[in-house]
């Protein structure tokens, strides 16, 4: 079956630097990949969609690459905040494509 | 808009217990999840709707589990009878759309108590 890894240690970092979290997934090739946000007491907030043929996509501070042949998605936060603290999930779709499949998740931790 | 609405926001109950958790979706959305997620598990899918139809209920972890979605703007699920192990936060999600590319919106959950 389908399976989503994340991080589950969490990423710490300094204000201002770029973060980056991955999410590598096994035993099947999705066509596009969702990742959302979760803070503490919240449900998830989606950011961004990306599709097999894009290989990157950017809203504002955020990036997302797409890489196939290594089943893997990377998702960057550039010029990092406290505010961008958070969990980040991963959902690429079941493999009948009707849902989504989250991972647990990789919580980011911004210093001051 | 209001957004997913869910209710309760917090619910304790004993063991046995009958527990029903509501949400009404964003108006005009015409797919319907609801979610469990623990530390051990994260999210996991339960049950989802699309226009009103139930169309794959196998994330239910059992027939103590149940469902339903009478109209477009509301739905329950139900945990009869409850034990410890349900203790975690659940979710519901609707979406415009049929299908995973597109995207979700999460109501601030139910975090279910079973002692």
């Known amino acids: 079956s389908q399976k989503i890894e994340q991080n589950s240690e969490a990423l710490n970092i300094q204000e201002g630097k770029t973060a980056t979290l991955t999410c590598n997934y096994t035993?099947?090739?999705?066509?596009?990949l969702q990742w959302y946000r979760q803070d503490p007491g919240r449900g998830p907030v989606f950011l961004l969609l990306i599709r097999e043929n894009e290989k990157e996509k950017r809203k504002e501070r955020l990036k997302v690459t797409f890489d196939t042949t290594l089943k893997q998605s990377l998702f960057h936060i550039t010029a990092s905040q406290p505010a961008d603290s958070a969990t980040y999930l991963c959902?690429?779709?079941?493999?009948?494509?009707?849902?989504?499949?989250f991972g647990k998740g990789t919580m980011l931790l911004v210093s001051p | 808009d209001a957004g997913v609405i869910q209710s309760p926001r917090h619910e304790v109950t004993e063991m046995g217990q009958e527990v029903t958790l509501r949400c009404k979706p964003i108006?005009?959305?015409?797919?319907l999840f609801w979610y469990r997620q623990t530390m051990m598990r994260g999210l996991e899918l339960l049950i989802y709707?699309?226009?009103?139809?139930?169309?794959?209920d196998s994330g239910m972890p059992e027939d103590r589990f149940s469902a339903k979605m009478p109209n477009a703007s509301f739905s329950t699920l139900k945990i009869q009878p409850s034990e410890p192990r349900d203790s975690a936060v659940y979710f519901c999600?609707?979406?415009f759309g049929n299908g995973g590319n597109y995207e979700q919106y999460f109501g601030p959950g139910t975090r279910l108590t079973v002692t």
């Open positions: 959902a690429p779709p079941n493999s009948g494509y009707s849902t989504l499949t």
């Open positions: 035993n099947y090739s999705p066509a596009y």
């Open positions: 999600a609707s979406s």
């Open positions: 709707f699309n226009n009103n139809v139930p169309i794959d």
């Open positions: 108006s005009g959305h015409n797919s």
